[in-house]
């Protein structure tokens, strides 16, 4: 998932088609055979913004292992969650599978949205866990709390959380607040000096992607 493969990716999220569901979610799938992809746009309003300050909460009723998500992503995710469960268990005329191998991605509030998609995949379709990767293109911290339990770890183990130079949305909401980002942090564009603000915007990212460095979040 390193190198040329995130750039195409990161294209793939801004070229797609998407339909828009609830406040402002914007999804779309794509086919590749056996391969499916599941992504997300970035808001087109202010929802996100305002999703940042909402309270961390539990994303599912009579949880085995009980963990909170930021309460505002998780409204969103909401919206599109029964609709993204059918298309995962879509089957063949044989009453198999449709896809062995499971993508997901999104850029900004699109990040927050692909991290609880992929524990969806993960929880809803074991079969392809090992087939299941997912990349968070800026996106802000969902995970309430300060570290992600160990025993929750394998579900991100193939989530990638991708952080270009200062980018001030993927430190939002602020850690004294209790969020975090789960998974694996690849940081780029280190040294580009694009700021706070710049290294958000889609030519930003692109210009960090050749850039990759994969390390813990420190900030």
């Known amino acids: 998932m390193l190198d040329n493969t995130l750039e195409k990716l990161y294209k793939k999220i801004l070229e797609a088609n998407y339909l828009t569901i609830g406040e402002d979610v914007n999804y779309a ?28 909460k539990r994303p599912y009723k009579d949880m085995k292992i009980k963990y909170k998500v930021h309460g505002g992503f998780l409204k969103c995710w909401k919206a599109v969650e029964d609709i993204i469960i059918a298309k995962i268990k879509e089957q063949n005329d044989n ?19 692909t991290m ?69 942090i690849l940081h780029i564009g280190r040294h580009s000096g694009l700021g706070f603000i710049n290294s958000h915007k889609s030519e930003g990212v692109l210009q960090s992607l050749e850039e990759i460095q994969i390390g813990e979040e420190n900030e």
């Open 116 to 184: 609880l998609c992929h524990e969806c995949v993960w929880f809803h379709r074991p079969d392809i866990r090992k087939n299941c990767f997912s990349v968070s293109f800026e996106g802000p911290r969902v995970y309430g709390g300060f570290k992600v339990k160990k025993c929750l770890r394998e579900r991100w183990a193939h989530f990638y959380e991708v952080v270009n130079d200062k980018d001030i949305v993927t430190h939002m909401p602020p850690r004294i607040f209790g969020f975090s980002h789960a998974g694996n």
């Open 29 to 56: 799938f794509e086919e590749e055979g056996s391969t499916l992809y599941i992504l997300f746009e970035e808001s087109n309003g202010k929802i996100d913004w305002r999703n940042n300050f909402a309270f961390a």
């Open 95 to 113: 009453s198999t599978y449709k896809f062995s191998s499971i993508i997901c991605s999104g850029w900004s509030q699109g990040g927050a949205l």
